[in-house]
């Protein structure tokens, strides 16, 4: 359920200087950074050591992580990529060739049959788009004789923040229909939606989800959890991604929603999301000085 992130070893060539090299570092790390902040569970996967890379002279991309001003963001990168859960090829994908423009590349070939995303240094314009087109090559029996097949594939891509915003639904709600259980689920929440927190009532409310609810509860929120991460200082609320709504006043003073928040602090939760079937609700509360969010009631609607 992972996120995947691919690195594309085709992108790794020389470029004409350091600062040429610094920038295009800067920008690959800068678009890892803006996917963990979506998703915690965020892996990177690359067949070949990223500290030894270098795209200018020996200036390897460890020596750039190595500078005080780049710590932070190559730890992080670091923790991406120690997350990566071994992925590897089925074996009947195993025989698959991917190409673009005549090349082969693996990590497009891992990238489209994970559902993943394609990461790149932006060394060349060719790789700097939202998408990237292929040709996958592979062998099929048709009639008792093997014959070589040949298709075209496009797959989702970036090597630079900007690139990140045609996919930012997907990387949002991305693996949310293959949440196996309520408890599968409340084990993931807190890599996975990394904008809110749960009370313990909320928590355990996840771990016996209805079956029927799982899908949609988490796909909900999904959508909460990106309209957080987007909440711009100088707005007073988020721009939702989903149906949330305020409860009215005499609803709010029969203290339906009113729960023991983290602190110890009884406060009224009235706010909620909508998921079906039937009347779900997911009733929660915002901290606009953190732009964050804290769930208190996942279930059937407050009576």
């Not at 939606?193 to 909900?220: G, H, I, M």
Request: glycine share 6%.
């Amino acid at each position: 359920m992972a996120l995947l992130l691919h690195v594309n070893e085709a992108s790794v060539s020389e470029l004409p200087s350091r600062e040429a090299s610094d920038e295009v570092v800067a920008a690959f790390a800068a678009l890892l950074l803006a996917v963990r902040r979506r998703r915690g569970d965020a892996a990177l996967v690359s067949s070949f050591p990223l500290s030894e890379v270098a795209l200018f002279e020996h200036h390897t991309l460890g020596e750039w992580g190595s500078r005080a001003a780049n710590r932070d963001r190559w730890r992080v990168v670091r923790l991406m990529q120690s997350r990566s859960p071994g992925w590897h090829r089925d074996r009947d994908d195993e025989a698959s060739e991917y190409c673009v423009g005549g090349d082969t590349v693996v990590a497009l070939g891992d990238a489209h049959m994970s559902e993943g995303l394609l990461v790149s240094f932006r060394t060349s314009g060719v790789w700097d788009l939202e998408w990237v087109e292929g040709t996958r090559t592979y062998l099929v029996e048709l009639d008792g004789e093997i014959q070589l097949k040949s298709e075209g594939v496009q797959v989702r891509h970036g090597s630079v923040e900007s690139h990140l915003d045609a996919h930012l639904e997907w990387v949002s709600t991305a693996g949310t229909a293959e949440v196996e259980s309520g408890a599968d689920l409340q084990s993931k929440c807190g890599e996975m939606f990394t904008k809110l927190k749960f009370l313990p009532r909320a928590e355990d409310q996840l771990k016996s989800l209805d079956p029927k609810w799982v899908a949609p509860v988490a796909q909900t929120l999904a959508l909460l959890n990106r309209a957080l991460v987007e909440w711009s200082p100088s707005s007073s609320h988020p721009s939702w991604y989903t149906h949330v709504t305020a409860d009215s006043q005499s609803r709010r003073a029969e203290g339906l929603m009113d729960f023991r928040d983290l602190d110890g602090t009884v406060r009224t939760f009235d706010t909620h999301a909508r998921f079906t079937p039937g009347h779900g609700r997911i009733h929660f509360k915002l901290d606009t000085a953190t732009r964050t969010a804290t769930v208190a009631h996942v279930g059937h609607k407050l009576l």
